[in-house]
T-cell receptor
Framework: DTGVSQDPRHKITKRGQNVTFRCDPI?????LYWYRQTLGQGPEFLTY????????KSRLLSDRFSAERPKGSFSTLEIQRTEQGDSAMYLC?????????????FGPGTRLTVL | GESVGLHLPTLSVQEGDNSIINCAYS??????FIWYKQESGKGPQFIID?????DKRQGQRVTVLLNKTVKHLSLQIAATQPGDSAVYFC???????????FGAGTRLAVHP
């Protein structure tokens, strides 16, 4: 499978714990995006990388959230001191300059439940 | 800020009928629009896109219509099949194509 992959697919944690999610983009895509999706809503942009550089962060990305893409390939999203309001689906997407970055390919998401 | 909204949260159709899903956007300067399909437990999947210099674009069983005058676009699915059951989102790029702004989505339920 050459699509975007995310791990884990599901995560249940207790409030106050730290969690980390991983995203592996399509190999030739140099842009990587993180979105959050709550039940019944469309995805909301969190942040994006071009290669290893994090170029934009949404105001939704509080200081408890940190994302990295150290080698310009896979990315991690860490949430520290999780809160019940962090419960959501976290989606990763990637795109390439070949389509002017227009088409973002999404992974299956990581569903986070904070108890 | 920029916003995108869909007119109906749910749409129920009979198998074989045509489906029409509507979307409104706020920014008259938007020049590119995308429809995504999201099946249960999966990420959004690109269906079709359209640029503002077009009024209509057709794909396989899908057609997108764009009305820039009233800032409205629609997705038409011909001969709807059970496999079309999903949530459909319209999205517009923002910030120089650095992110997508999604609407809330319309859930399409196809009944036999």
């Amino acid at each position: 499978d050459t699509g975007v992959s995310q791990d884990p697919r599901h995560k249940i944690t207790k409030r106050g714990q730290n969690v980390t999610f991983r995203c592996d983009p399509i190999s030739e895509h140099n842009r990587l995006y993180w979105y959050r999706q709550t039940l019944g809503q469309g995805p909301e942009f969190l942040t994006y990388f071009q290669n290893e550089a994090q170029l934009e962060k949404s105001r939704l990305l509080s200081d408890r959230f940190s994302a990295e893409r150290p080698k310009g390939s896979f990315s991690t999203l860490e949430i520290q001191r999780t809160e019940q309001g962090d419960s959501a689906m976290y989606l990763c997407a990637s795109s390439s300059p070949g389509t002017n970055y227009n088409e973002q390919f999404f992974g299956p998401g990581t569903r986070l439940t904070v108890l | 800020g920029e916003s995108v909204g869909l007119h109906l949260p749910t749409l129920s159709v009979q198998e074989g009928d045509n489906s029409i899903i509507n979307c409104a956007y706020s920014n008259s300067a938007s020049d590119y629009f995308i429809w995504y399909k999201q099946e249960s437990g999966k990420g959004p999947q690109f269906i079709i896109d359209i640029r503002s210099n077009m009024d209509k674009r057709q794909g396989q069983r899908v057609t997108v219509l764009l009305n820039k005058t009233v800032k409205h676009l629609s997705l038409q699915i011909a001969a709807t099949q059970p496999g079309d059951s999903a949530v459909y989102f319209c999205a517009v790029p923002s910030g120089g194509y650095n992110k997508l702004i999604f609407g809330a989505g319309t859930r399409l339920a196809v009944h036999p």
